[in-house]
């Protein structure tokens, strides 16, 4: 009896031990149907026991790949990958359990994140948005493209970093499409159709949110210019607390002066808002993609911070350092779009994502002003958006070298005389002629008073003027929320807003 206690506690012991061991596991985006960065080297990572050896065999090689977990239990290894193509791959991984990972596709992959504008889905069906975009039932309709993958990262936040995300890659599909990012899968089509390989996109973000909630912590600690947002964020904490406080002393007074069968409290707890603080995005929905390899990166975000544009000027580059040095893929290609007009929005922002094409490194820039709402801070046309980011993909990433992918952008100005003579980037093939009489610019004296403008078009330059200036010093185009703008070079892309000037403190 006493042989057969001590057999069963052994045996339950290795079982336990057994169960343990067999609890190899792969972040949710090294999964079934994922695509992986062509001609690169791309990380394959999980977890496992402590110095538990892995054995890794890929579809495209006959080398098994060996590694050892590390003390902590986790693992990581570099594997090369061929050339794009729609052939699928199997990846076997072998610990103590075996994980076989099916219909894999190499091909080109990007991250896509951003706010609102950026999460914005295909479609209505299993949404909570109240449209889809411009004919998006025709466009979930026709959106069967099985070499093309998604993965949608599940919005959560986190004070500290975490190691995975949740969602799971899936196989475009009407189905798959329907709550998927539209500006990313515009995108993405383009990309698919032009290129010919597979397309991997990982869609991260959430509406309502602000450059400084998707900064790592230390980028925010770091550097003073951004110690407003810390204190704003405590501010915010701070009041937050207190009316957590008053919620549970009425709460607590109230059921001291109701009798036991009084119904139930009418008083609303406070919530708080997860996703306002700062690196909280970065922790639970940045940081534990950096391990997988991309090809580069979009992103659609600025309303949130409309309120300091001033502040976004360095906010956003020190954002897009940080992810290149977490990524440890150099200044991967950065593209992303100036936000829209709309009546909540000021200039201010626009500029400052205008200045950030200067000062990000390998980056490009999308404007909107033809495609906004002044009344909807989510326009639906994301076809032309997603158009846009592609093209200039498609030039400065995949050496479409004659492709022109910008609208005009300010370079400089001369005054000659009483007239101010404008000269811009990306206006080679010249300005679309019927566009005249041009709209929406201003021009100004020493008096920093601005009246609109007489504008031509003289060959590559614009020429502004008005008879009630005549020394001019400045000149304004595009200068407000709602602008309507009708200056396009001759391959139908807008001109950037943008000012000569810099006298007034845009917050």
Known sequence: MIYSKKFLLFFILLITQLSIKAQ????????????????????????????????????????????????????????????????????????????????????????????SNMYFPVGR????????????????????????????????????????VTGNWKVCSPESINTFSAVAYFFGRELYQKLN?????????????KAEAWTAQNVLEEDTAFLPILQEDAKNEKIFQEKLENYYLALTNERIASAASAPKSQLKKPKKEANKTSYVLYNAMLHPVVNYTIKGA???????????????????????????????????PFYYVQIAPHKGQNAGIREAQLMALKAIPNSGMVVTTDV????????????????????????KTYGEDKLVYSGPI?????????????????????FKKNAEPLKEFEIAGNDQIFYPA??????????????????????????????????????????????????????
């Open 24 to 115: 190899v596991k792969l972040p949710s985006l090294v999964g079934d149907n994922m695509v992986l960065q062509q001609n690169a080297k791309v990380n394959l990572w999980g977890w496992a026991s402590p110095n538990e050896k892995i054995n890794i065999r890929l579809g495209w090689s006959d080398t098994t790949i060996e590694t050892i977990a590390n003390a902590e239990g986790n693992w990581k290894v570099t594997v090369d990958t061929p050339k794009g193509s729609e052939k699928q791959y199997d990846i076997e991984i072998n610990a103590f359990n075996k994980i076989v990972l099916k219909n894999i596709l190499i091909g080109e992959v990007w991250l896509c994140s951003g706010q």
């Open 125 to 164: 069906e299993g949404t909570t948005w109240k449209t889809g975009v411009k004919n998006y039932e025709e466009e979930v309709k026709n959106a069967s493209y099985p070499n093309i993958r998604l993965f949608t990262v599940v919005t959560n936040a986190s004070p500290k970093p975490l190691e995975d």
């Open 197 to 209: 390989v597979p397309i991997g996109l990982i869609s991260t973000s959430w509406g309502g949110t």
């Open 298 to 332: 979009i992103w659609y975000q600025g309303e949130s911070n409309s309120g300091n544009a001033l502040l976004y000027r360095t906010l956003f580059p020190a954002m897009v350092k940080s992810w290149r040095e977490e990524w440890k893929q150099g200044d991967f």
């Open 372 to 395: 906004g709402d002044a009344q909807n801070i989510h326009p639906i046309d994301k076809q032309t958006v997603g158009h846009r980011l592609a093209i200039i993909a498609r030039n």
């Open 410 to 430: 300010y370079n400089h100005m001369k005054i000659k005389k009483d007239k101010a003579q404008l000269f811009f980037d990306y206006a080679d093939s010249g």
């Open 454 to 507: 007489d504008a031509k078009i003289d060959g590559k330059t614009i020429v502004v003027s008005s008879s009630k200036v005549k020394n001019p010093e400045a000149v304004r185009f595009a200068w407000k929320p709602v602008p309507e703008p009708n200056l396009f070079n001759n391959e139908n892309l807008p001109a950037s807003p943008f000012r000569t000037d810099d006298w007034v403190e845009n917050k």
